[in-house]
DNA sequence: GTGAAAGCGCTAACAC
DNA sequence: GTGTTAGCGCTTTCAC
């Protein structure tokens, strides 16, 4: 059985607030007390119990983190980065998964709460604003990325209008007249916003919108990618540029255009979204937008720390975090 | 504040015990007084307080995944699988990250323990075999994968060496004669069996052992294998085939081919390990060795829980799971 | 079948 | 400064 912190007590023959004062830091104990706890802790090699302490501080400890999938490489780097920056402030977290359906997302929301987590950071694909009616028990909640709901909760995410603008501007730039979006799709908040960006780097362009340039894609997997680049290189007049919305689906319009035996960036210029790690080896390298992941993270975790102390009780606020635009082979050459 | 049994007994007219009868499902409750708790619960919206039902049970409800880096695209899947797996069955799975150094997984070793987690997974890259003693306090442990390290607890494991066997032989049968291995590298346990693999197809095939086809790799990431190719390359006699120890060395691999203006599968052959969902995608395509991972997660998830419940009480077992060679473009051409 | 009460390990009043 | 004690919300004997 585990070492109690009345085992401790009866060993270094104090009583157990004393040993309490010495685990939890508290300066004013008698030397001599502090000497024969700390033997009798290292004695038996006491661990707190941490369900008990936070039982009784009416916390768990814990935070939430709800991606869609860990297998997509977007969320496992972010993943990682939220682990770090939780595990330096000393926080455990739980990692959910909902495959990005609205029902699972819902269900995921509802069951995280104060019982279960102190607070949560959501990255929710499908739901809507009415699913956050009261949830997650009104434990602080942090919405990572940008979406399409208005909701009053804290965000952190970058401008995705500003940085596909950069990104379809810098298709324009290099002198691509027919330049395609890839990854329509009204269930998704950031489509919305990606697409206003396009539109927005078009006119500045002088180009105008053409529909049939406008792939729309149901899921932003590889596949989905290769799928919508081979529709669009059946046009009577393919594109010469393409914007995916994010790096998942470039890597497969980079294959569907080598499977036509065109060449990129010749042919056709590719630019991703995401800066996924395998994008700067994919061949051609993948040029992209970098979301600064870290400070993602970071700002995220920090906010989401400062609610549950009460630290910041400010209302919900949006914070932005930078982007750059990392130009590689995939446009260049 | 949250809801409590007392509050749904006080409003229900019966006492907490039948409230907790209800809530557990046990059968024998007056189907007057289960309606009436039904219909408080409701009412209340009441969630069992998680905490203090593992406070009572001893237990905490949650298992420990312990990986290197989430945003190795082999740990993100296999971690996506594994919190499936954990959640079909009820538990919530926390995720620590050792970056891989022995004395991170050291120090999460002994975070563990029966106060925050009932039972764990472990992946470690570079602990030894001292260091499991006592470790986690007690609480079923099971490593995924296989180590050089030889400690009596339980593991879950494709045959490594099967596997690298089966991927040299692939190359020889193409009628590839000299055939590279890059990954070699002592601190990881299973590069020495892949080594070890390797060497027995290449004496099925006839094939001589070459030190210098040999590379070594710090580390097993896309920079590595990329740089370990140039190398070989740049022998007098480059090799024709290579086996890599994983999909990560295998996409740099095919990158510093492509730089050097040669082909895959043309001019030389590349065999990944993993079977990472990218390697499908990669151009060529990456023939790899392709473990089972579901079944890795779900077999490793399931002795962990039988142990945690006390079903299974037998001596450390060692569970092999299926692996599968997918053949794709870098070896057909 | 159901209620009363003890107690899981810990912290925080409150006395001394 | 330190000990005693009352719970945090839950499960679980043990009576009834």
């Known amino acids: 059985m585990a070492v109690t912190l009345k085992d401790v007590a009866r060993l270094a023959g104090v009583s157990v607030k004393t040993v309490s004062n010495v685990v939890n830091g508290y300066a004013f104990v008698k030397p001599e007390n502090r000497r024969r706890v700390e033997e009798a802790l290292a004695a038996t090699g006491y661990r707190p119990n941490l369900g008990a302490r936070n039982l009784r501080r009416g916390r768990t400890g814990f935070l939430a983190l709800m991606v869609p999938e860990l297998n997509i490489p977007y969320f496992g780097e972010l993943a990682g980065l939220v682990l770090k920056a939780a595990q330096k402030r000393g926080w455990s977290v739980l990692i959910e998964q909902t495959q990005g359906t609205r029902e699972r997302e819902r269900e995921t929301l509802v069951s995280l709460g104060p019982h279960l987590v102190d607070g949560a950071l959501v990255h929710p694909e499908a739901l809507q604003a009415g699913d956050f009616h009261d949830a997650a028990g009104g434990i602080p909640l942090v919405m990572l990325g940008e979406h399409a709901v208005d909701v009053p909760i804290d965000r952190v995410a970058i401008d995705n209008v500003l940085a596909a603008r950069t990104a379809v501007r810098h298709l324009a730039e290099l002198g691509r007249r027919r330049i395609a979006a890839i990854g329509q799709n009204p269930a998704r908040g950031t489509s919305e916003q990606r697409m206003a960006g396009y539109r927005e780097a078009l006119s500045e362009a002088g180009l105008s919108y053409v529909e049939e340039l406008v792939a729309p894609a149901e899921k ?54 995401d800066n996924n790690e395998e994008s700067a080896f994919s061949l051609p390298a993948l040029t992209t937008i970098a979301p600064d992941k870290a400070a993602l993270a970071e700002a995220a975790i920090d906010l989401v720390c400062r609610r549950i102390t009460g630290e910041t009780d400010t209302p919900p606020q949006h914070v932005q975090t930078p982007f750059s635009l990392e130009v590689r082979e995939s446009t260049r050459g």
Request: glycine share 10%.
């Open 220 to 273: 932003y997997h590889r596949a989905h990618g290769a799928a919508a680049m081979k529709a669009l290189l059946d046009l009577p007049e393919p594109p010469d540029g393409v914007f995916c919305f994010n790096d998942l689906l470039a890597i497969g319009a980079l294959r569907a255009v080598a499977e036509r035996g065109l060449r990129v960036p010749h042919d056709v210029a590719i630019v991703g979204f």
